[in-house]
């Protein structure tokens, strides 16, 4: 993993029913001190209030986030102590592979964009056309606002969209979610003859 000054990458981790898993990379741009300790564990709970605005009463946000520094070789790595969340949105999972899809800008360019699959969709956050509400939507991204002025940017961080291709992180300026049930694909690498 190439060197990447500010970068921080969260890794929550989701557990559902029937032993499905799932987890984010999340990059935050860090602009001063480094966070540690209670610092990380308000992150990672901080993000819990994000997912607890749509999460099926089948999953839950597993305790002890990952966090990757990758200012160094090989990237230092805490774990932010936080307790974990149960899900509580009613109605029965959708299946594992459904997401809602979280699209971040951070400028012009394909390199500037990233996205953030949110594992665990209950039924109860979808309409009668089969969308993500409008309502859930409004929600979830109120909570990214609140966790990014209140809990990140206190701690010297914000969100972050990271691309390999430069090693550059840069910070967001929007976010939104579109109303259709996402399912995130595998990137297969190219293998060469």
């Not at 774990?79 to 974990?84: I, L, R, S, T």
């Not at 899809?101 to 089969?130: F, H, M, N, Q, W």
């Amino acid at each position: 993993m190439p060197i990447v000054p500010d970068c921080i990458l969260m890794i929550p981790e989701y557990l559902g029913a029937g032993g499905a898993t799932a987890a984010n990379v999340i990059a935050l741009l860090n602009f001063g001190d480094e966070p540690e300790g209670e610092t990380l564990q308000g992150i990672a709970a901080g993000w819990e209030q994000v997912v607890e605005t749509y999460l099926s009463n089948q999953w839950a946000i597993q305790g002890d986030t990952q966090f990757l520094f990758l200012g160094t070789d090989p990237p230092g790595e805490e774990f932010g102590g936080n307790a974990g969340l149960a899900g509580t949105t009613s109605g029965g999972a959708l299946p594992a592979q459904c997401s809602i899809c979280l699209s971040t800008v951070a400028g012009g360019g394909r390199r500037r964009k990233g996205r953030i699959y949110l594992p665990g969709v209950s039924e109860g956050t979808v309409d009668d056309l089969s969308n993500i509400s409008s309502t859930v939507r409004t929600a979830i991204l109120d909570e990214l606002t609140n966790w990014i002025a209140n809990i990140l940017q206190p701690a010297d961080c914000t969100l972050g969209v990271y691309s390999r291709l430069d090693g550059v992180v840069r910070p967001v300026s929007s976010a939104s979610i579109s109303p259709v049930i996402d399912t995130q694909r595998r990137r297969v690498e190219r293998l060469s003859a």
